[in-house]
């Protein structure tokens, strides 16, 4: 059973920049397209960005373009979220999971338990 964990979230200004880590446990991330979710509070959980397991981007939202990268380290079997130039509205608990090919959902029913990502303006 896959398990996932996140963290490197925190309380931030606006402007300033957080890195998100997601280590995967049970799966080989390599062979997967992984992404970034984020839930904020009274919303839907959303895509964010992901990418292909080597590495190239597949696609991201427009509110995050420019300011956020997802990069991977396959042999830690653990996912990076560098986010900058942060917004209060980028303020959401954010997961990783494997992200469905051709779609922007996840593709594991088991999600991680997140971590608190607040932009303070």
């Known amino acids: 059973q896959v398990q996932l964990v996140e963290s490197g979230g925190g309380l931030v200004q606006a402007g300033g920049s957080l890195r998100l880590s997601c280590v995967v446990r049970?799966?080989?991330?390599?062979?997967?397209?992984m992404g970034w979710f984020r839930q904020a509070p009274g919303k839907e959980r959303e895509f964010v960005i992901a990418?292909?397991?080597?590495?190239?981007?597949?696609g991201y939202a427009d509110s995050v373009k420019g300011r956020f990268t997802i990069s991977r380290d396959n042999a830690k079997n653990t996912i990076y979220l560098q986010m900058n130039s942060l917004k209060p509205e980028d303020t959401a608990v954010y997961y990783c999971?494997?992200?469905?090919?051709?779609?922007?959902?996840?593709?594991?029913?088991?999600w991680g338990q997140g971590t608190q990502v607040t932009v303070s303006s």
């Open positions: 990418n292909t397991w080597t590495g190239g981007n597949t």
């Open positions: 999971n494997a992200v469905q090919p051709g779609l922007r959902i996840g593709l594991w029913r088991n």
């Open positions: 049970g799966r080989t991330v390599s062979v997967y397209e």
